[in-house]
């Protein structure tokens, strides 16, 4: 067994003087053996003090460990004696007790989004080739790496706000691997779907919730998906979100003619960058604080369905600043404009969240493998298929769902 003596001086004092004293009555009901609880005590500890971003190395080289305790430390992270849920609702029941969460209009702020980061390992589960949005011109159109989807919580005093990151996870490229375990069907649904269902989770711990999504997730799964979890769940959930410059509603349908024949489902079909122009007289002026800058802004709200075979009632709010123009989304239908356009404008904060994890904490320089995993193809097509089917061994397949725990629970724990 490992003790808290293996920290060295400078890691026990940092364990001593910090929130690592409050850390038994959080987590320690998520390890089974107290081995393993105190390995998570070392790790946290050695990630806080680190001077790099080499994975597990800079922990063992921070603390002085011996050298045989690099072994260690990778199985810890394969272990089987603590699980990611556990450790997922642990904290956010810690984040919810002790946490500054900022509530808006009686809701708390979550802001969800998918995040990707380059991996050129060969036998690394999860990387896939991915393509690159970015606009800037230093980086490639396509990537090798992981796909990963997060969830945060927005906190903070009323001067300064910030996201808090609450779960992240592999979202894509894992299918086959999460298919091999019959307990995993709910994180092989499509990335967006389970965005939504990380979200249910976080709102039954904090309450009723405003969801702050980028306009990607503007879709029917994710709207059928909102409103199953509305129904099943105590805690209510909304979308505000953003939709493209081409999108397309419909008028709500006429009443029904008498005689034979289903009613209609919809109205008119609605273009709703036409109605900056033919609705211009309609738009109001008013001040907004918008990226923490006051800007004069007109807006005009209608609300129209929208979703092809769905037709769900959204509020659509046209917003002009100067020459730009925007389209905001809200499933709540009693927000104001104003209300959602403020609220759209709080999403950034997970932009910040990830380029403090990346460029700030290191939380990504993980470096797992697995000797069971087929080489990567850099040159597969995408209807070729996928080398895992032809992993049939069952001790093969464990070690490969293993190491995908352990990049994942590497993330958490940073």
């Not at 036409?274 to 709200?301: I, N």
Request: proline residues 3%.
């Amino acid at each position: 067994m490992i003790s808290l003596r293996f920290l060295g001086r400078k890691g026990e004092q940092i364990a001593r003087k910090s929130c690592l004293d409050s850390l038994p009555d959080a987590f320690r009901s998520c390890f089974s053996r107290a081995a393993v609880y105190e390995w998570i005590v070392v790790i946290v500890v050695g990630l806080m003090v680190r001077s790099d971003h080499l994975g597990a190395t800079s922990i063992v080289r921070e603390l002085a460990l011996n050298l045989r305790h690099y072994e260690t430390m990778l199985h810890f992270f394969r272990s089987a004696a603590w699980s990611l849920e556990s450790l997922q609702l642990s904290w956010y029941k810690a984040v919810n007790r002790n946490a500054p969460i900022v509530r808006y209009l009686g809701c708390v702020l979550l802001v969800s989004d998918g995040m990707k980061k380059s991996k050129e390992a060969r036998y690394m589960p999860g990387v896939k080739k991915l393509h690159q949005e970015s606009e800037n011109s230093s980086k490639g159109e396509y990537i090798f790496g992981h796909f990963f989807g997060a969830i945060g919580v927005l906190a903070g005093t009323a001067e300064k706000w910030f996201c808090l990151p609450l779960f992240l996870n592999l979202q894509d490229g894992v299918k086959t691997i999460l298919g091999w375990d019959d307990s995993s069907e709910e994180r092989q649904a499509s990335h967006v779907v389970q965005v939504i269902n990380q979200d249910f989770t976080a709102a039954g711990i904090f309450g009723r919730a405003l969801l702050l999504l980028d306009r990607y997730y503007l879709s029917i799964p994710a709207l059928q998906r909102l409103a199953e979890g509305n129904h099943t769940y105590a805690s209510a959930v909304h979308i505000v979100t953003r939709a493209k410059m081409n999108v397309v509603a419909y008028e709500p349908p006429a009443a029904k003619k008498p005689g034979r024949g289903r009613p209609p489902k919809k109205g008119k079909m609605v273009k709703l960058a036409a109605l900056f122009q033919t609705r211009a007289a309609d738009f109001q002026t008013a001040k907004v604080t918008f990226y923490g800058k006051e800007e004069t802004v007109s807006y005009l709200r209608v609300d129209l369905l929208w979703g092809q075979g769905l037709y769900q009632k959204l509020s659509f709010v046209l917003v002009r600043q100067d020459e730009r123009l925007s389209i905001f989304v809200s499933t709540d239908l009693s927000l104001e404009p104003l209300q959602i356009h403020t609220a759209y404008g709080y999403r950034f904060k997970i932009e910040c969240t990830f380029r403090e994890m990346k460029q700030v904490i290191g939380a990504f320089g993980y470096r797992f493998w697995s000797s069971a995993m087929p080489k990567l193809s850099l040159y597969r097509r995408k209807g070729d298929p996928d080398p895992l089917e032809h992993v049939t061994d069952e001790q093969q397949r464990k070690r490969i769902r293993l190491t995908l725990q352990a990049i994942e629970g590497f993330v958490m724990c940073t």
